[in-house]
């Protein structure tokens, strides 16, 4: 089992930044890749980054690309992602996931998500 619990959502004003915070635990949980999704209103769930724990290599969606960075603190067992330069368009809940990744992408197969933490970028 892994649990996941996500901090650091909030309200920012268009172009600012925001850093969320995903802390994990549980016995596999070292075997596992990271990553965040997000889920807008009315929309499907859709990935926005991802990170090979091993080694640190990390995925983007082109969405966010130039603008995100996912990074680890495996000391913490901590997974963060940087949010710079939002956009109204990033309002949503994101979600932490842990999974495997697979040509730039996280497959969450044993379905572990954390609760969800709202970020609105108002404009």
């Known amino acids: 089992q892994v649990q996941l619990v996500e901090s650091g959502g909030g309200l920012v004003q268009a172009g600012g930044s925001l850093r969320l915070s995903c802390a994990a635990s549980?016995?596999?949980?070292?075997?596992?890749?990271m990553g965040w999704f997000r889920q807008a209103p009315g929309k499907e769930r859709e990935f926005v980054a991802a990170?090979?724990?091993?080694?640190?290599?990390?995925y983007y969606a082109e969405s966010v690309k130039g603008r995100f960075t996912i990074s680890r603190d495996t000391a913490k067992n901590t997974v963060y992602l940087q949010m710079n330069s939002l956009k109204p368009e990033d309002t949503a809940v994101y979600y932490c996931?842990?999974?495997?990744?697979?040509?730039?992408?996280?497959?969450?197969?044993?379905?572990?998500w954390g609760q969800g933490t709202q970020v609105t970028v108002s404009a």
């Open positions: 996931a842990a999974g495997f990744t697979r040509n730039g992408y996280l497959l969450n197969e044993d379905g572990y």
């Open positions: 549980g016995r596999t949980f070292s075997s596992y890749d």
């Open positions: 990170i090979r724990w091993s080694v640190g290599n990390s």
